[in-house]
């Protein structure tokens, strides 16, 4: 059932200034519990440039998942961009973020990451109780999940760790944001916490930049207000109150939002802000750099027998550092399949004699996938592998000064060494699991691994070159094939662009906090985290207002 919030309202109802405590751009996986949180001490306004995730079926039903992510409207909860490296993407427009968008896995980081990141372990641990409470449920396994685990233990991914939120090397099946009926929990359902006569958050709100002012006796710039516009395209302005010295201003518009948003305000490297046009404010050559994309290879793998709907629930956690996942049924195969149907046609037409060689058997089963999709009847699911960190970096850079448009993002998948034998090493893993005992229900008998993966080849998963030593190479497969599992990160890393308060460096009264701070992915899958971050720097921000704020009257 959809909250009652009678305090989230379409932007074209704001008032041309408004004025409060806290602007937070963004009402996102790190933006709503942040924003809930300071609303029990302060007022709080949150500019949301996408819509409500409810009352929307594709977004709240778990069958629906695929058909969310092709949706190419101007509207669209899940706007699709193509990084340079030449692979399918998605960043979040809706109230909820990627938690709105994504297949729902829910883990913790592990002890070790917070422990380098230096965050209070207890209340980090606090912090995800309070996320937990309202979003994280623990799945029902059925086949194709209980096949996945039991493959992952007979090939030796071990100890058997059953269902827990903690992050454990083994197999474990993790929490989900679906409840028992299949309907998604997001982080605008955190905003349940918010002191309803403190926050306002504002839908379909475009923050165009954010405004900065200098103050007699200070060198430092400070954030001070931000001018935004309505869906009718109407500009409205929000300014800090000036009742206190702690009010700030709040990017949470991850990990593609929030780089670009600081270098369309003149945050960012000077030469390339000069370039667009855009005064400098603070030359920042950091921002937008460290953008990193954990790389998921997939084998999609079609089954003899009819396959339930079931996102990731599973995870074998490796010790060569690489995640083993699973999911099947309609909503995941359309979602794989990215634009299949007609690529697919096309490259059986273009060609009797494709750059690769392809097995019979794989051009049955691609053609069978064509089919089912159009007459959505596909009985199929898919293993993937997702590598920790990852080490390979790139950057993000302004391709306009439009707020609505993506920039450039180049994320360099397997340019270190090391992320490409991690590879290699979970798609042996994926192959193993596959040949097991555990798995043989699921396989058509006439079709050998290396079947799989010719029928991976012909997919247009992405708009990289094919190869034609794919076929026998992982270490080939592994770089034609990259596919995003929507974990990427960077563009305001802690210490280059913000300091451990996220405040960031050289300018008074501006935080960044979401995913852009990272270094590398927390656990198997980050929302847990970003939700976690949200709450536990809300309680911090708060605690020193309250207890070291020093108040000041105009």
């Known amino acids: 059932m959809a909250p009652d919030y009678t305090f989230v309202k379409e932007a074209t109802s704001a008032p041309a200034v408004v004025y409060y405590d806290y602007i937070i751009i963004g009402g996102g996986t790190a933006g709503c519990p942040l924003a809930a949180t300071l609303s029990h001490g302060a007022t709080i306004l949150v500019l949301e440039r996408g819509g409500s995730p409810y009352g929307n079926p594709n977004i709240t039903n778990i069958a629906n998942f695929g058909p969310t992510l092709l949706d190419t409207s101007p509207t669209s909860p899940a706007q699709q961009f193509t990084s340079e490296d030449g692979v399918y993407n998605i960043r979040a427009r809706v109230l909820g973020g990627g938690s709105a968008v994504n297949a729902g896995f829910y883990t913790r980081a592990s002890t070790r990451y917070v422990k380098e990141v230096g965050w209070n372990h207890n209340l980090v641990n606090q912090s995800y109780e309070w996320v937990e409470k309202v979003v994280a449920f623990k799945p029902e396994i059925l086949q194709w999940e209980n096949a996945l685990r039991d493959g992952l233990l007979e090939v030796g991914v071990l100890p058997n760790n059953e269902f827990t939120y903690d992050h454990l090397y083994g197999t474990k099946v993790g ?66 109150k000036r009742n206190s010295n702690k009010n700030e201003i709040i990017l949470s518009a991850g990990a593609i939002g929030s780089p670009q948003l600081l270098m369309l305000s003149g ?12 005064k400098v404010v603070v030359d920042h050559p950091m921002v937008g750099q460290g953008m990193a994309d954990n790389p998921m290879n997939v084998l999609l793998i079609p089954s003899p027998i009819p396959v339930e709907v079931s996102l990731v629930q599973v995870v074998g956690i490796t010790r060569f550092n690489s995640y083993i996942e699973g999911a099947s049924g309609l909503s995941l195969s359309i979602s794989l399949a990215h634009r299949l149907s007609n ?60 707020p609505d448009d993506n920039p450039f993002v180049t994320f360099n998948y397997f340019k270190e060494p090391e992320d490409l034998r991690k590879c290699i090493e979970g798609m042996r893993t994926i192959i193993d699991v596959v040949n097991s005992k555990a798995y043989s229900k699921f396989r058509y008998k006439n079709m050998p691994v290396e079947a799989l993966i010719d029928l991976m080849l012909t997919l247009p998963v992405n708009r990289r070159r094919k190869h034609a030593n794919a076929t026998f190479s992982l270490e080939q497969f592994c770089i034609d094939t990259v596919m995003t599992i929507w974990h990427y990160h960077g563009g305001c890393q802690v210490g280059r662009v913000v300091d451990k308060g996220y405040r960031v ?50």
């Open 505 to 554: 460096l050289g300018i008074d009264s501006l935080r960044v906090i979401d995913g852009s701070t990272f270094y590398h992915t927390p656990g198997a899958n980050p929302q847990a985290t970003v939700m976690m971050l949200g709450r536990y720097m809300g309680q911090r921000i708060l605690h020193d207002r309250l207890v070291h704020g020093s108040k000041k009257k105009n």
């Open 175 to 240: 929490g989900t944001i679906f409840d028992a009926e299949g309907h998604r929990h997001t982080a605008a359902d955190l905003l349940q916490y918010a002191d309803p006569r403190k926050i306002i958050v504002y839908l379909h709100a475009t923050v165009q930049k954010i405004l900065f002012r200098y103050i007699s006796g200070r060198e430092r710039p400070q954030a001070y207000g931000v001018i935004y516009k309505d869906a009718y395209g109407v500009r409205h302005q929000a300014y800090l």
């Open 267 to 278: 945050v960012g490297p000077a030469y390339h802000l000069r370039a667009h046009g855009i």
């Open 343 to 402: 690529n697919f046609k096309r490259f059986l037409s273009q060609t009797e004699h494709p750059p690769f060689r392809v097995l019979p058997e794989a051009i049955a089963r691609a053609a069978e996938m064509v089919h089912g999709i159009a007459n959505r009847t596909i009985r199929a699911g898919v293993i993937l592998e997702k590598i920790m960190g990852p080490l390979s970096t790139g950057h993000l850079a302004l391709r306009n000064t439009n």
